[in-house]
T-cell receptor, first 112, second 114 residues
Framework: GQQLNQSPQSMFIQEGEDVSMNCTSS?????WLWYKQDPGEGPVLLIA?????ELTSNGRLTAQFGITRKDSFLNISASIPSDVGIYFC????????????FGQGTRLTINP | NAGVTQTPKFRVLKTGQSMTLLCAQD?????MYWYRQDPGMGLRLIHY???????AKGEVPDGYNVSRLKKQNFLLGLESAAPSQTSVYFC?????????????FGSGTRLTVV
């Protein structure tokens, strides 16, 4: 089945640093979604991408839909302690459907 | 507006016991989902429903059953719990839309089977 591979699996950074993570697939996706999960909570949608090449920002977060439609990237600028958590990419199992497949997640830890 | 509410939040079961996890949403969403989250494996779809009275299998359905008797509720049942079902379970819902939209997740149920 379709799988999403996220890297890195974990990151340990200093407060104030920029963060980059990516998500790749062997299949083409027409939608990419990025979620964040705070400890003890469910994932929350950060950014949705619907078009190849699209670059979308949400505050200090910027995500891009790869040109090949097989990858997506998430960047966080000037990290702060509340950025700690697990970041997931997700995409639809079937084009236009609401059934999503998720990557394994990137766990972000920030040293103050 | 509570969104998606899961009960219970924590539960410990003995092997072979049964239990039901309840998910309730107040957003009038058509679609509902049950996922499990295990370390290093992300979220995997167990079962889902595209409307009241309908259910379908996801990626890892074995050992679970579901029911959606009312649009706002989606129940996940474990008939005979096994240690391999120790996990964090998340319910989510979404609305019908042209193109893919994100889910609203509950805060999870942490289940330990001993």
């Amino acid at each position: 089945g379709q799988q999403l591979n996220q890297s890195p699996q974990s990151m340990f950074i200093q407060e104030g640093e920029d963060v980059s993570m990516n998500c790749t697939s062997s299949s083409i996706f027409n939608t990419w979604l990025w979620y964040k999960q705070d400890p003890g909570e469910g994932p929350v949608l950060l950014i949705a991408l619907y078009k190849a090449g699209e670059l979308t920002s949400n505050g200090r977060l910027t995500a891009q839909f790869g040109i090949t439609r097989k990858d997506s990237f998430l960047n966080i600028s000037a990290s702060i302690p509340s950025d700690v958590g697990i970041y997931f990419c997700a995409g639809p199992l079937v084009q236009g459907a609401q059934k999503l497949v998720f990557g394994q997640g990137t766990r972000l830890t920030i040293n103050p | 507006n509570a969104g998606v509410t899961q009960t219970p939040k924590f539960r410990v079961l003995k092997t072979g016991q049964s239990m039901t996890l309840l998910c309730a949403q107040d957003m009038n969403h058509e679609y509902m989902y049950w996922y499990r989250q295990d370390p290093g494996m992300g979220l995997r779809l167990i079962h889902y429903s595209v409307g009241e009275g309908t259910t379908a299998k996801g990626e890892v359905p074995d050992g679970y059953n579901v029911s959606r008797l009312k649009k706002q509720n989606f129940l996940l049942g474990l008939e005979s719990a096994a240690p391999s079902q120790t996990s964090v379970y998340f319910c989510a819902s979404s609305y019908y839309a042209r193109g893919t939209r994100g889910y609203t997740f509950g805060s999870g149920t942490r289940l330990t089977v001993v």
